[in-house]
T-cell receptor
Framework: GIQVEQSPPDLILQEGANSTLRCNFS?????LQWFHQNPWGQLINLFY???GTKQNGRLSATTVATERYSLLYISSSQTTDSGVYFC?????????FGPGTRLSVLP | ETGVTQTPRHLVMGMTNKKSLKCEQH?????MYWYKQSAKKPLELMFV?????RVENNSVPSRFSPECPNSSHLFLHLHTLQPEDSALYLC?????WGTGELFFGEGSRLTVL
């Protein structure tokens, strides 16, 4: 089945810093999403981005489907950005999640 | 109400108890999912229902029993669980199986004593 990798596994930032999270996948996809899991466990939808570039406030994402990767950019990070960021793709008919990047933003 | 809602948010049960988790989606979606997330582990797909029919059962022990009475509701019935079943159980829905955007509920945190 399709494999999804995320890097880095852990990231510690000072408030105000920028960061880039990466998602690599092993096969072509037509469905890719980024999620943020907050400290209470809820998964919040960030982007539905099978291809191209999208921006939402301080966050933006780019998916290059032909090269099998997606990037999530966080600018001017805030402590509320802390949590785990997951990317998910569809392999077969099931959503396959990466292992996540754990982000800690320090005040 | 909008989105996907799960109840209860927290549940503590003994190994001999029987309890149920409930999920309701208000998005008009046709597919619903149960995921399990244990501490510091990736999300594990448990079950998928498409148009109220179970289409995926990911080698889940029989002590977990799903039920989908209609396209808006999904239950996970729990009986004779083990302490290692303690985890966050997440319900999700999408327009159809494997298509569209996946939306999650808030999760039900289960502790088995």
């Amino acid at each position: 089945g399709i494999q999804v990798e995320q890097s880095p596994p852990d990231l510690i930032l000072q408030e105000g810093a920028n960061s880039t999270l990466r998602c690599n996948f092993s096969d072509s996809v037509n469905n890719l999403q980024w999620f943020h899991q907050n400290p209470w466990g809820q998964l919040i939808n960030l982007f539905y981005i099978p291809s191209g570039t999208k921006q939402n406030g301080r966050l933006s994402a780019t998916t290059v489907a032909t090269e099998r990767y997606s990037l999530l950019y966080i600018s001017s990070s805030q402590t509320t950005d802390s949590g785990v960021y997951f990317c998910a793709v569809v392999g077969g008919q099931n959503f396959v999640f990466g292992p996540g990047t754990r982000l800690s933003v320090l005040p | 109400e909008t989105g996907v809602t799960q109840t209860p948010r927290h549940l503590v049960m003994g190994m001999t108890n029987k309890k149920s988790l409930k999920c309701e989606q208000h998005l008009g979606h046709n597919a619903m999912y149960w995921y399990k997330q244990s501490a510091k582990k990736p999300l594990e797909l448990m079950f998928v229902y498409s148009l109220e029919e179970r289409v995926e059962n990911n080698s889940v022990p029989s002590r977990f029993s799903p039920e989908c009475p209609n396209s808006s509701h999904l239950f996970l019935h729990l009986h004779t669980l083990q302490p290692e079943d303690s985890a966050l159980y997440l319900c999700a829905s999408s327009q159809d199986w494997g298509t569209g955007e996946l939306f999650f509920g808030e999760g039900s945190r289960l502790t088995v004593l």
